[in-house]
Nanobody, 116 residues
Framework: QVQLVESGGGLVQAGGSLRLSCAASGSIFSIDGMGWYRQAPGKQRELVAVISSGGLTNYADSVKGRFTISRDSAKNTIYLQMSSLKPEDTAVYYC??????????WGQGTQVTVSS
């Protein structure tokens, strides 16, 4: 089992920045990759950014050039640095980990609100 705890959400004005953190615990040796997803009211959950166990990254087109996913292996933590935030980035952001070849764990979510 893998457990995830997110932190770092909040309220920010358009153009501002926030950094989200996601700390993993449990069977961390079995994690294949981790990522961030978000869900806005009335919309489906969507991929924001992912990072593989080898450090490869991928981003949704809507956040490319503005968001950066990174990890600190020593702390078993991934981060999402969000810059040039827009009101349309407002959502609950969830951390996800794929592990043990097919299992998936989710964090509890953290609210990000961008005011115009």
């Amino acid at each position: 089992q893998v457990q995830l705890v997110e932190s770092g959400g909040g309220l920010v004005q358009a153009g501002g920045s926030l950094r989200l953190s996601c700390a993993a615990s449990g069977s961390i040796f079995s994690i294949d990759g981790m990522g961030w997803y978000r869900q806005a009211p009335g919309k489906q959950r969507e991929l924001v950014a992912v990072i593989s166990s080898g450090g490869l990254t991928n981003y949704a087109d809507s956040v490319k050039g503005r968001f950066t996913i990174s990890r600190d292996s020593a702390k078993n933590t991934i981060y999402l640095q969000m810059s040039s935030l827009k009101p349309e980035d407002t959502a609950v952001y969830y951390c996800n980990a794929g592990y043990a070849l097919g299992h998936s764990a989710w964090g509890q979510g953290t609210q990000v609100t961008v005011s115009s």
